[in-house]
């Protein structure tokens, strides 16, 4: 392709939007354009990229035995309110009407278009497995667009369907798509973690997150180098440490006047914040519950639902405060709640004694209290948010916190759509039972900004080749001299044969050609330029900045062998 | 691939839609399913054609020098107002908000996203002529989702803008890339004809369209098989035709009560309908029009806007009626009109003496109404509409009225975007130009309809090959019999290197599986059935019936011969 007839409007200004450098970079490159917050355009050498890793994403479906399909983005409200998710899915779901008033959203996930597909043509476990997918546009209402491509309102997904006739296939499929993202991110040449985490509004008992660790990523991740244990920050667990236990000493109130902060209470009473323990109230469906961590700590509300198996999980008001403690927010401690009270607490605070808690009374503390004695744990569980520092939960090593994208999120689903949505097989023995699902996405253009993310330096882009949108870049320098553009010419017809090439003939300076060539970050350069003259050209690899004349007898050969180790790397 | 570890479920049953015979097969051999009204999957096997007809029209959009990018389907509505679409795009054009409140539509089309991408970008005429193009999923709100993939709600286009320093860009960019249509066309097997045809709500001053001719199509075609002449039916010309002159006769009036139509008139007066004149009101750009045509024609309102270059037109209501003639509807006529009524007739009426009219009086006709005598045309125009048997403009033969499927759509819009939203680059003399604009819809899912309804027949469908999903089915006729299964499994072993090969291993009756092999459709069929004994298999061919046995060791050159026949067919 040559670059004079071709569309890359790289940009000499810096773009305004540059919140993490693949963003400001894909925009001066002229990969993308911005249309409206978190709506993009493809340019054509982001389209390039885009497609380049659509297709490895579509061999390695396919090759997991994922059968291609499309679905499409407007869905009836209908099948959405079979699944309950019309209503709960929340302001993330555009919604919109036809002129006839008839209700459609614009599909963020696909779980009820292929469970209507499946009930209404799988009748009997012979035809199962069957895993189907769709690489597909999907919207979803963000409120706070960010980086691009990362979290736009209009992205394209993979999204894969397993359908199974019981756990154990559920097991395998999960597998084989699980083996297959690890195939695609190696491809990619993306290092990545594969975290547990969070279902969110997809649902599902078991869930794995692909995350490719970056500083400008917007997920937190709990890490131990030591074991490879990765969680999302949200539900990481802590292993066990040792607490300073403290003394049973008698309770006492005191009196604490307009002190409500931990650090405030805990100075007033010349002691460290590690000696208090928060009491925090939440209506876990329908139930009370008061969550106990140490003073210095903050819990984990996603760790708190999984430990008691809360679907839903709101925190008191000052009302109910009042109503289950007899004190206003601030003073609330376990010792002599009200019974109904569920009293989970953090696995450190179990084998704390004599420590500090409101005294459920305005204005006053209890100080020396000690569970079994003073108040009764319901639950102990591991509730509390881990940091770096904590103790790794598999091998008691040091955690660490990290910063990640996530690319893709894989679900066991199990029958909680199939059932919703009524979706039934016969089984071998003539019973009717419902299909075991898998859902598993990853986000396809997300993952263009993801490989910028990891791939690029100060002077641009620098992509691996197996996504670059040409292999090759040849730079004439000065497009007046015969010698230099019959040279260059004459190589750009020699390699298309062989590979993708542009050849950027533009009457520009060189300097202007040498900074688009670095900012644009085709893997490897050829410069044609005064020693053309004595038949040579430099040949460059971008990422690692190797520069070395060639003459143009040995060029095919040394940019075929350099092809192929950069295709190693 | 293996049928029994595929997804094609074809249907026992009939469906419920099957307004045309493409949608019925479609939807009978597993092709596609509906999700709601003018909504649908496709599913595999209706994936691969689309996907085929997909890189057919890539293929032939770079050829022509277009550059491909992908342009987002949620558009803001700030474009939208720039160009004055917003409101004028009419209710098939998708509205809805973000969660801001912001307004965004679903583009049907991206005029507007082009224009914005190319005016930030391209400021000099030596960057043009730009083509660029995405081939992506648009949305409108039909009233009357039909067809199948003919007429959704949501389907893919391929649309291609192309920007031009001047007419004569203009003119070479509309060329190439009307050729590149008849290329696509030619290399889909697909019958066509390039009408002359109305621009609607994409404006611009010249359009073509690309109709496919079927029987079962929504778009009427007026076509003169003796020259080529034709076009969309609402704006054919018509040649000049002996018209029954009429004498020269004294003007009467005469009492008609009751009588409104042209045929209870006529029948009255004991004459023929072409003995009178309609005289229809219309309101033009806030002119008043008297359309006048033989009383047993039809106006045509799309000729009657082009002759007097009106941009809106709508009937004038009864009382305007009363106004402009001083009576009621039905007695309307081109004598003692207002002064400011422009009177057009249709070039057959200037022909005519001596007819009847209504006489601008309740209950009343003029007969021997002489034009030129009685009352002047301000116009004579060619503005009734075209029928079967009406002479060719060209060269006056026979026209016919036919059906087909519009399947392409190119426009010349000159500077009327540009101008609108504000799109200029600087000529070579300095001065500040708008781009000259073309766009170019192709309805790339449509077209998997129009090759099904051409391609099909009473039992099922016989997809070209260039666009079937698969080259070859085999059908195993009895999967308990050891040779036949081991004859199969080697010929699709063998095949498979070669070209794109089904195998029915399904357990199924051969009923069902010769059934399914004829609705699905796929050009070569391999049939391994008792003659494998003997090392013998049927080759047959779907669409023409042929048959044939054929050794084993024959049968690769065989078919790799009738599968050259077949994509040179």
Redesign the interface.
């Given at each position: 392709m040559r670059l004079s007839?071709?569309?890359v409007?790289t940009l000499r200004e810096e773009p305004t939007e540059r919140d993490i450098p693949s963003l400001r970079l894909l925009l001066k490159a002229?990969y993308i354009?911005r249309?409206?917050a978190g709506?993009?355009?493809?340019?054509?050498l982001?389209?390039a990229v885009?497609k380049k890793i659509e297709n490895i994403v579509r061999e390695e479906m396919n090759r997991a035995?994922g059968?291609?399909?499309?679905?499409?983005?407007?869905?009836?409200a209908e099948?959405w309110q079979e699944s309950e998710r019309w209503t709960n899915f929340g302001?993330e779901l555009?919604?919109?009407k036809?002129?006839t008033g008839?209700d459609?959203c614009?599909a963020p996930t696909h779980e009820e278009?292929s469970v209507?597909?499946v009930r209404?043509?799988?009748k009997s476990y012979r035809q199962l497995p069957?895993l189907?997918y769709h690489i597909?546009?999907k919207?979803r209402?963000e409120?706070r667009p960010r980086g691009g491509l990362i979290r736009a309102?209009?992205f394209v997904m993979k999204d894969l369907y397993s359908f199974d006739r019981d756990e154990k296939g559920l097991d395998e499929s999960f597998e084989k798509i699980r083996q297959a993202y690890e195939r695609i991110l190696q491809r990619l040449k993306l290092p990545y973690l594969i975290l547990e985490a969070e279902a969110g509004a997809i649902g599902g008992k078991y869930t794995l997150e692909f995350t490719v660790p970056t500083p400008s990523g917007e997920d937190e991740v709990i890490l131990c180098r030591s074991c490879g244990y990765a969680s999302s920050k949200s539900i990481a667990m802590i292993g066990d440490s040792e607490v300073p236990q403290g003394e049973e000493t008698p309770l006492r109130k005191v009196h604490t006047p307009n002190l409500k902060t931990v650090q405030e209470v805990a100075s007033f009473l010349s002691t460290t914040p590690d000696r208090l323990v928060k009491t925090l109230l939440y209506i876990a469906d329908g139930r009370y519950v008061a969550a106990l961590v140490r003073g210095d700590r903050e819990l984990s509300e996603s760790k708190l639902s999984l430990a008691i198996g809360a679907k839903s999980l709101q925190m008191a008001d000052g009302e109910t405060i009042e109503k289950l403690t007899g004190a206003p927010m601030g003073f609330s401690g376990p010792v002599n709640l009200r019974e109904d009270v569920l009293i989970v607490a953090d696995k450190e605070v179990a084998k704390m004694k004599g420590f500090i808690t409101g005294a459920n009374e305005e204005d006053f503390h209890l100080i020396g209290v000690v569970p079994g004695r003073d108040f009764s744990i319901s639950m102990v569980a591991d509730i509390r948010l881990a940091v770096a520092g904590d103790p790794c939960p598999k091998c008691q090593g040091k955690l660490e916190e990290i910063r990640g994208i996530e690319v893709g999120h894989i679900f066991k689903l199990g029958t909680e759509y199939s059932e919703k949505m009524k979706a039934y097989f016969q089984d071998e023995d003539g019973s009717l039972k419902p299909f075991v699902m898998g859902c598993y996405g990853l986000g396809v253009s997300r993952l263009v900004s993801a490989v910028a993310e990891i791939y690029h330096d100060e002077d641009g882009l620098c992509w691996p080749i197996s996504v670059a949108p040409f292999d090759l870049i040849i730079i004439l320098v000065n497009t007046q001299d015969d010698v230099q553009r019959e040279t260059a010419d004459k190589i750009y017809a020699q390699l298309s044969q062989k590979m993708s090439v542009l050849y950027d003939d533009r009457e520009e300076s060189p300097g202007v050609k040498f900074k688009d060539a670095d900012l644009i970050g085709i893997p490897i350069q050829i410069v044609v330029g005064r020693k053309a003259m004595e038949n040579k050209v430099e040949l460059r690899v971008r990422r690692t900045r190797e520069r070395e004349d060639v003459s143009l007898e040995e060029i095919e050969d040394r940019v075929l062998s350099l092809w192929e180790r950069l295709k190693e790397e």
């Open positions: 007839s071709y569309f409007p002229g354009r249309i409206a709506v993009y355009t493809f340019l054509p982001g389209f885009y035995g059968i291609e399909i499309f679905m499409p983005a407007l869905n009836p099948l302001p555009f919604k919109l036809d002129r008839r459609f614009l278009v209507e597909i209404r043509t799988i069957l189907i597909q546009t919207f209402d409120p309102k209009e």
